[in-house]
């Protein structure tokens, strides 16, 4: 997620584009996963609204295929 962060202001990536998307759902997951063992409400709130703005990019983009 980061690294997709990065790339961003770094003009690496493309944010509407599948690696910058997929790297930010993942990481959000990945953060997300971790919180099984000690369960963090802001960070949850924080990473699930992340998750949920990278499926809403995936989804756009599958629907421009159509």
Same mark, same amino acid.
């Given at each position: ?16 584009? !599948?690696? $910058? ?8 997951? @990945?953060?997300?996963? %971790?919180?099984?063992?000690a369960f963090n409400l802001p960070v ?5 609204? !992340?998750? $949920? ?8 983009? @599958?629907?421009?295929? %159509?």
């Amino acid at each position: 997620m980061l690294l997709a962060y990065a790339g961003i202001h770094f003009d690496w990536f493309d944010p509407k584009r !599948w690696p $910058a998307l997929l790297m930010n759902f993942f990481g959000s997951g @990945l953060i997300l996963l %971790s919180m099984v063992q000690a369960f963090n409400l802001p960070v949850f709130l924080m990473e699930a609204a !992340w998750a $949920a703005m990278a499926i809403f990019g995936m989804a756009k983009r @599958l629907g421009r295929r %159509s």
